[in-house]
């Protein structure tokens, strides 16, 4: 097991170096405290001994920055922690657990098949071969959804792109400031649209496309990407630099892209 999970100080203070740096320099311990469940005491102790430690420092009573080295210290335990999730995942869970799947032809009980990922979607097939196999749990038709336990090996996913298209906010001329032409060849290129603000879905509207989604935009682009699907993000530009956070914090590559006319 890695380093950090061998103590509930580790990960207390891996929550707490996090907390600052989403939230630097007004720091409340408090809300700290709140969020991670443990007392205002502790966290103000455990400040004390990151302070000490260089990770984090302080230019005031409650504004605190995390440092150079505490942020190499997050992203290497980060970096740890989701390998050993990949491995729980990979190499415990998939031999416990169930998946469901669409056949790709008629399946019967119990029958060694194939898995592959495509659009998005888990298919299963007896004669598609890939580096994914796995056993039905039930019988299925063609187009059917069906469980499969007993998975081996790794599912092939196509390399996600990901385009995030700045827009203005109405004040600023909103969709009439859009370049369409622009978005429209963007749009062309991408099977999952994602819009966040009202000026973004009407931008949308002029070019006759409709997002597959609006709210949550940020969390189901992460989980389309991780699915194999490439997304174009439509964000006010308030809006951009949370976006592109949440990405670089799962490590996805992307293109900004200001679509402003001016």
Request: proline share 2%; glycine share 6%.
């Amino acid at each position: 097991m890695i380093d950090i999970l061998q103590s509930k100080s580790g990960i207390t203070k891996f929550q707490i170096l996090t907390e600052v740096a989403a939230h630097q320099p007004n720091v409340r311990q408090k809300e700290i405290a709140e969020k991670i469940g443990v007392t205002p005491q502790a966290v103000s102790e455990y400040i004390k001994d990151l302070t000490a430690e260089g990770f984090i420092y302080s230019d005031g009573r409650v504004r605190y920055r995390i440092t150079k080295k505490g942020v190499e210290w997050v992203l290497e335990n980060a970096a740890d922690m989701k390998r050993y999730a990949n491995f729980v995942m990979s190499d415990i869970i998939s031999h416990v657990s169930t998946w469901t799947a669409i056949a790709d032809e008629d399946i019967e009980k119990g029958e060694n098949v194939y898995l592959q990922m495509r659009s998005g979607l888990l298919y299963v097939s007896k004669s598609i071969e890939t580096g994914a196999t796995g056993m039905t749990i039930s019988a299925a038709e063609k187009g059917d959804d069906v469980g499969v336990t007993n998975l081996l090996g790794m599912i092939d996913l196509e390399n996600a792109s990901i385009t995030v298209c700045k827009v203005p906010r109405s004040e600023r001329g909103g969709s009439r400031n859009v370049d369409l032409e622009r978005l429209q060849k963007l749009a062309s290129s991408k099977s999952y649209i994602a819009a966040i603000g009202v000026e973004s879905l009407v931008a949308l509207k002029k070019i006759d496309i409709v997002p597959d989604v609006m709210y949550g935009a940020k969390e189901s682009v992460v989980e389309a990407a991780f699915h194999g699907l490439s997304s174009l993000v439509l964000a006010i530009d308030e809006e951009v630099p949370q976006i592109m956070s949440r990405l670089e914090m799962e490590n996805l590559d992307y293109e900004l892209v200001d679509l402003n006319l001016q």
